[in-house]
Structures are given as structure tokens and as C-alpha cells.
């Protein structure tokens, strides 16, 4: 879970940015004149979240962030990982038998084992 606590003039900004990281808020609060806002968001979704929330918030808008829960990855993340994988997969093989053909018979023979 993801707790925001913004001024309440960047709330927009603030949600708006939270539902395009694949976030579901949960709730809406007030706290001390601010706003606080609780969400769930993907951990894959939060990287870079910290510079986005300053930015958007002129440097006035705190996070803090918990582990939930696992979840499923929706289809179109899962397979797009999956190809990104096999494809450094079929270049780091690539990449092995380059070497490989570089050296002598007798150290490729050395580091086949």
C-alpha cells in the first residue's frame, strides 16, 4: 500500500498520476490541512515515483510505501517481459559463441569444460 500526503492543490496531479502507474486508491482523507491518499500500486509502476511526486508537487507532497500483497500481471505486461527476456536470452548465447569462435581449438576446448 502507498500512502500520498499532499497539498490538497496537487491532489489531481497526484491521483491522476496513481491511475496511470495501474494504482487503485482506497481512500481519501484529510490530515492537518493536507490530503492524504492511500492507493495500491504495481512495485514494477514505482520506479522514478519519488521524482514525480516532488516535481508535480513542487517538493511539498511525502510518500511512503508497503508491501501488500502478490498479485497476477495482467497478460500484456506478462508477455511483453517474456519476450524481453528470451530476446537477451538469444543475445547473450549469441554473444558466448562469438567468443568462443575468437580463441584458440584448445582454450574454447578448456572453457567447455
Known sequence: ADVVLTPEENMGDIVGDLNRRRGQVSDMSDRAGSKVVKATVPLSEMFGYVTALRTMSSDRATSTMEFSHYAETP??????????????????????????RGRSSETAKAHRG
Open 75 to 100: 497478460s500484456n505486461i506478462s508477455e511483453e517481459v517474456i519476450a524481453n527476456a528470451k530476446r537477451l536470452i538469444k543475445m547473450s548465447t549469441k554473444k558466448k559463441k562469438y567468443r568462443l
